[in-house]
Every structure is written in structure tokens, then in C-alpha cells.
């Protein structure tokens, strides 16, 4: 799953900039971490404090792991917020509507009566997003229904179902096949025998589809997800409704039981967690659930094996490196660069700043990864790994320092690999964006340091290089709606362009 690129180039912009200070919210942690957090139709909520230049605000409250649009589900309370026994039971009552209408026995029902249907008649509602029986279909005749469901759609249910495109919510951005085909190669080259698919159906799928072809692959996957509707594909013990932000399995302790026995299965022997999360959820509560998953594994280990660990790839942007690398100091980050298949940015081929910035972070050692040569990366012999072909050996950092597939240089006042585009301000005392900020603002707005707006809201974001295309076209709409007008902006580029029609007017009438 990928990010919105606008919070991509909020923390490329402000991390590399002297505007360090931070503004949002931050997840926290409940001054009795035994009690439990009120619950909603996404499971248990977070605790969270809003943050303003650095500081945290005095009142703290609970909200939705999994949704950052309160469209999608707004509950909100406050940390020392009493309620009424009546607003509980309307909460209550608001929880269970929002569940899905068939509960995970019914869907394993279902789906094994679907498998014992005659070709012809099995159907599936795009509309509705549901495989039909035969009793469904009067319900859903004026839908667009899709009829012959082979067995092979079946084992694809990625390619039948809409991906979910709500950026704050649950956005679904689905494996290309070139990146899904590599990892799978790469698990079964590395010796896995299971593998626990948290966020990442395209995988689950391709290991599934491997394991019952003619490759016959002794690879089993378990997927854990929040979109209900893959439910309906699967046993038991291939899927479980499962929210990674805060650890929850909405079918309760036996969805829980399936995935320890999963986990713990050989004595916890040759399990790898694949992991591929929305780049807009919180480093933190993510971290926090993986290492509830480590737990559960464990359990299962004999007490000298404590000190092994658990195989994990998380997939992740590369600018979230450092925030990775707090929870998990043992992950490294491999340049591979993940793509996806229906998101317009983050694809294969592309070059500079338009390449996909998602990267595997791994627990396991560089030097066990084997990348593809053809695909354009290159074993360095000094950093023993595979590194991507733009990315240079630095023999004052002793190491390949390229994080986005770029050839970086050398600062030897920083005295480290800085971007290309960085150049070294002596007012800060580090590399940064030629346009940046130097110190940052003191308090308020990040562009103008002005107090009771956020720098999104600027009105004098327009003038940064970091300002949207949205707000440039609007700019230059302005500059045509002016001129038109017989008002002419002061604008550069609207002098410009009267002085070339002047010119031209002259050579006309000549």
C-alpha cells in the first residue's frame, strides 16, 4: 500500500530543511496501560495528543486506529471524558451495525457451496462486491453481475474486488506482478516454508496460486487484513479480518488461535512476517503490533532460542528509515524499490525524483539478499550487498549512501552523503534545499512563522517551490482571469508575454 505523495514531500521537505520543529498528532501511551481503550468499529482506539512546534497540548484523547477520516469513523474521546450509560449503549449499538452483514462462518457457508456450483452459475456483484448463490441473484438483477467465475478468478480475489481508494482510511495499493514474483522467489530461495501475509493479498495470492500449480511450492501463507471482503475467498486458516494498527482480529480468539498456531508451527521455524502497510498510518502503533506478533512467535520457542529473531520485511517508504530504525535497531534497508500496480507514481523504469520510493526493511542480513542484475542493480564488494546502479561506493563514508536510487555527493562539512539537489548552508550548519527555511520558524507556520495557521493553509505558500501544482494552476488562472480583465498583474511572466505581443504586433505591421 502506498502514501499520498503529498505527505511524501511534507517529510522529505521538512526533514531536510531547517524547519524540523513538528506539528500533529502523536500516538501515546494511557497512564494505566491495563485499562482498556473504548472501542470502535475498528476495534480498540489509540490515545493520542495533538503537538504544536514541539510541544504537546495539555488535553489528551482517544480516536480510531485504523481511520483517519472522520467521514469514514468519527468517534472521538476525550482521555478523562465520563459517559453516560446511555451513550455507551448507543455506542455499542453503532459498533455492531457497522460489522459486516455475514459473520466468518457464513462466508466459509458460502464460499463452499459457491465451489460446488456449476460454472454457469457463479456470478459476481461488482456493485456489491459479493459472490452471488443462487438465492442472491433476484436481490441483485439490476446490478452489474459478472457471471463463469472460474476457479483460477477465484484464487485471484485482488483482480475481482474494487481496491479501497479512501487515501486517509485504507487505500489499497496492490503488488505489481515483477515486485510480487521477486519476493515470492526470494522467500522460497531463503528457505521459508510459511509466510504471514499482514496488509499484502497480492502475495498471499501469488503463493497460494505457486503452491497448487505445477511448481508445487511447499510455501504456505496466512493473510492478515482489514478489507472483510476477502472473506468470502478463504478458509479459516487462510485469512483473518485483522486491524494492524492496534493488534485486533474481529473474529475474536479463535481468528487469534489461528494465526499463533500459524506462527508457532515447527516450533517457530521457517515463519517470515510480510508486511506492506498504509504509508499514512503511524510508525509507532505499527511497531507496537509487530512486536505483539514477535510475542505470539515467541511463545513457541524453546528457551535457547530466546535469542533468535523473528524474519521480517516491512515495506515501507525510505524516508521512514529512522523512524523504522527506533522500534527495530537491527533492520537494514535494502534498495530494491517496490512497485505497484495502480498507482500512477510508484511504478518500475522510472528515474530521478519519479522512481518509487518504497523500500524493503529487513531484519535479515543484506548480504543473504540476492537483487535482480537484470532489473539494474549491482553487488558492491566493499559493502558486500546488493546495491542499485546509481548508487556509488563513497570512500569517505565507506559505504553506498544513496537512499532513493540517485548518485548522491559527498559534504565534507557535514561530512556525509547529502542529496543532489542539497546544498550546504552556512547559516544552518548543515545541507539542505536550496529554498529552505534556515532555523525554521520560531513558533506558528513553518513558511511564515506567523501564529494561527498551519503551513498547508499558508497564504504565502504560493511563492515556495514546494507549493502544490493545484495552487500554481490556480495562480496562473489568476494571471489569465486579471489580464483578460484589463487589470495586468505585476507578474514577470505577464510582462513578458505583453512585450513579445508587442514585438509581434510591430513585425506584422512593418
Given at each position: ?22 506539528s500533529?498528532?502523536?500516538v ?29 497540548e ?14 469514514d ?29 455475514l ?13 460446488e ?46 481496491p ?56 504456505k ?29 474481529f ?42 506478533l514477535?510475542?505470539l ?16 520485511f516491512?515495506i ?24 505497484y ?33 537484470e ?11 546488493y546495491v ?43 545541507c ?22 498551519k ?30 480583465k ?25
Open positions: 500500500m502506498a502514501a499520498p505523495r503529498d505527505q511524501r514531500e511534507t517529510v522529505e521537505a521538512e526533514g531536510s530543511a531547517g524547519c524540523r520543529r513538528s500533529g498528532v502523536e501515546v501511551q494511557p497512564a494505566d496501560p491495563a485499562a482498556p481503550a473504548p472501542l470502535c468499529p475498528h476495534g480498540p482506539t489509540l490515545l493520542f495528543v495533538k503537538v504544536n512546534q514541539g510541544r504537546e495539555t488535553r489528551r484523547f482517544y480516536a480510531c486506529s485504523a481511520s483517519r477520516d472522520r467521514k469513523c468519527n468517534f472521538f474521546q476525550w482521555e478523562d471524558e465520563k459517559l453516560s450509560e446511555a451513550r455507551l449503549a448507543a455506542r455499542e449499538a453503532h459498533n455492531r451495525r457497522c460489522q459486516p452483514p459473520t466468518r462462518m457464513q462466508c466459509v457457508e458460502r464460499y463452499l457451496k459457491f465451489l456450483l456449476p460454472l454457469s452459475q457463479r456470478k459476481f456483484c461488482e456493485r456489491c462486491q459479493q459472490l452471488l448463490l443462487p438465492d442472491d441473484w433476484e436481490k441483485h438483477h439490476e446490478h452489474q453481475v459478472v457471471g463463469d467465475i472460474s476457479v483460477t478468478q477465484l484464487r485471484r480475489p485482488s483482480r475481482l474486488l474494487y479501497l481508494e479512501n487515501k486517509k482510511t485504507n487505500a489499497q495499493y496492490l503488488f505489481a506482478d515483477r515486485s510480487c514474483q521477486f519476493l515470492v522467489d526470494l522467500l522460497s530461495t531463503l528457505g521459508f516454508r510459511r509466510v504471514l501475509c499482514v496488509g499484502t493479498p497480492r502475495l498471499h495470492e501469488l503463493i497460494r496460486l505457486e503452491a497448487s500449480g505445477d511448481k508445487k511450492s511447499n510455501i501463507s496466512l493473510l492478515l487484513d482489514i478489507d472483510f471482503r476477502y472473506s468470502q475467498f478463504y478458509l479459516e486458516d487462510s485469512f483473518c479480518h485483522y486491524n494492524m494498527f492496534n493488534h485486533h482480529f473474529d475474536g480468539k479463535a481468528a487469534l488461535e489461528e494465526c499463533r498456531a500459524f506462527l508457532q508451527e515447527d516450533e517457530g521455524e521457517g515463519v517470515i512476517i510480510v508486511t506492506d502497510p498504509p504509508f499514512g498510518g503511524l510508525v509507532e502503533p505499527l511497531a507496537v503490533t509487530f512486536k505483539k514477535i510475542a512467535w515467541k511463545e513457541g520457542q524453546r528457551q535457547d532460542d530466546n535469542h533468535k529473531e523473528l524474519p521480517i516491512w515501507f517508504p525510505y524516508f521512514f528509515e529512522s523512524r523504522i530504525r527506533q522500534f527495530f535497531p537491527s533492520f537494514s534497508m535494502l534498495d530494491y524499490q517496490v512497485d500496480d495502480n498507482h500512477t507514481l510508484y511504478k518500475h523504469g522510472k528515474t530521478g525524483r519519479k522512481q518509487s520510493p518504497v523500500r524493503i526493511f529487513t531484519n535479515i542480513p543484506p548480504n543473504k539478499i540476492v537483487l535482480p542484475t532489473e539494474g542493480y549491482r553487488f558492491c564488494p566493499l559493502c558486500q550487498r542499485s546502479m546509481e548508487n556509488q561506493h563513497c570512500e569517505h563514508c565507506d559505504s553506498c549512501t544513496s537512499k532513493d536510487g540517485r548518485k548522491w555527493n559527498h559534504c565534507f562539512l557535514c561530512k556525509k552523503c547529502v542529496k543532489p539537489s542539497w546544498i550546504h548552508c552556512t547559516i544552518c550548519n548543515h539542505a534545499v536550496p529554498d529552505h527555511c534556515c532555523e525554521g520558524p520560531k513558533d506558528g507556520c513553518f513558511v511564515c512563522g506567523e501564529l494561527g495557521h503551513r498547508t493553509a499558508c497564504p504565502n505558500i504560493s511563492s515556495s517551490k514546494s507549493a502544490h501544482k493545484k495552487q500554481k494552476q490556480r495562480k496562473s488562472n489568476t494571471v489569465k482571469l486579471e489580464t483578460t484589463g487589470h495586468p498583474m505585476n507578474h514577470p511572466s505577464a510582462i513578458r508575454k505583453k512585450k513579445r505581443r508587442e514585438r509581434a504586433h510591430q513585425y506584422l505591421c512593418s
